[in-house]
């Protein structure tokens, strides 16, 4: 069990922090399947890094694992993920400001390798931090 916990923690340094694509094979079965991605994108190993890319134009980011459980063939990671806003996102113009945003992550795993990944990112939360200041709409308090 910690090899497992282990692998999925340097998945995460390697793939999300690290862009490291290179090493994409060592940690994916052949027929991942990721569940959180949105549906223009393919849901196999090509549209993930396509989505991670995608998201790096955007925003400069860090994944820090706030906690794990791993069991069997399955890992669930709380996540916070330390973003700056550098490129247009959901029509927003780089605002260069920093956030950070909490979710989950969800891996099942086959043959030592990765074959299902979900996850549960607060999108809204982050346009909402983005938007916040934007405007002169103000909530009287």
Known sequence: MDNLKLFVVEFINQIWNKRNFDVLGDFL????????LPPILSP?????KKWILGTSMSFEHQTIIEDQVTEGDKSILKISMQLMH??????IEPT???LKIDGYRFYKLKDSKIV???????GQAIESQLRSGLHGCKIPG
């Open 96 to 98: 260069g400001k920093q």
């Open 29 to 36: 079965h052949p027929d991942f399947k990721d569940h959180s």
């Open 44 to 48: 196999d190993a090509e549209g993930m």
């Open 116 to 122: 299902e990944h979900w996850a549960l990112i607060d």
């Open 86 to 91: 550098i490129g247009t996102w959901r029509g």
